[in-house]
C-alpha cells in the first residue's frame, strides 16, 4: 500500500532504461527470425501498433498485461526476462525461475524434435 505523502515506491535494482533496450533488441529479435511484423505484436498484445512501435524505439515499457503477453508469444522477450530474473537479488526465486526456465528450454527443445 502507498503512503499518504505520495511518495513512489523503491523499486531496487530495476534499471529502465536497459528493460527497454532488452526488450527492444528482444522484439527486434522475433520480428527478423520469425517473420513476425508489428502488427502481429499489437495483436498479441491488446495494443495499437504505435505503442508497439514506441516499445521498439525505446520510449516506452510495456504495462505487466503487455509484457505477460509477450512472454506468452515470443521465446526471445521470455529469454531475457527470465535471465534478468536470474541475476536478482532474490535468490530462492532466482533459483526457482532458474530451474523453470531449464524445464522450458528441455520442453521446447523436446517439443521440437
Known amino acids: ?3 499518504s505523502n505520495g511518495k513512489k515506491l523503491p523499486l531496487k535494482n530495476i534499471n529502465e532504461d536497459m528493460w527497454k533496450e ?3 533488441s528482444a522484439l527486434y529479435k ?3 527470425k520469425n517473420h513476425v511484423n508489428v502488427k502481429n505484436l499489437a495483436h498479441w498484445t491488446g495494443v495499437s501498433e504505435r505503442t ?5 524505439e525505446k520510449r516506452f515499457m510495456p504495462d505487466s498485461l503487455a509484457m505477460i503477453r509477450l ?3 515470443s ?3 521470455r529469454q531475457i526476462v527470465l535471465t534478468q530474473i536470474c541475476l536478482s537479488e532474490n535468490l530462492k526465486a532466482a533459483m526457482f525461475v532458474c530451474e ?3 524445464f522450458l528450454s528441455s520442453s ?3 517439443l521440437r524434435d
Not at 52 to 56: D, G, Q, R, S, T
Open 1 to 3: 500500500m502507498l503512503h
Open 100 to 102: 523453470f526456465k531449464k
Open 108 to 110: 521446447e527443445a523436446y
Open 75 to 77: 521465446s526471445f522477450v
Open 71 to 73: 512472454m506468452q508469444h
Open 52 to 56: 508497439v512501435k514506441n516499445w521498439l
Open 30 to 32: 522475433e520480428l527478423q
Open 22 to 24: 532488452l526488450l527492444s
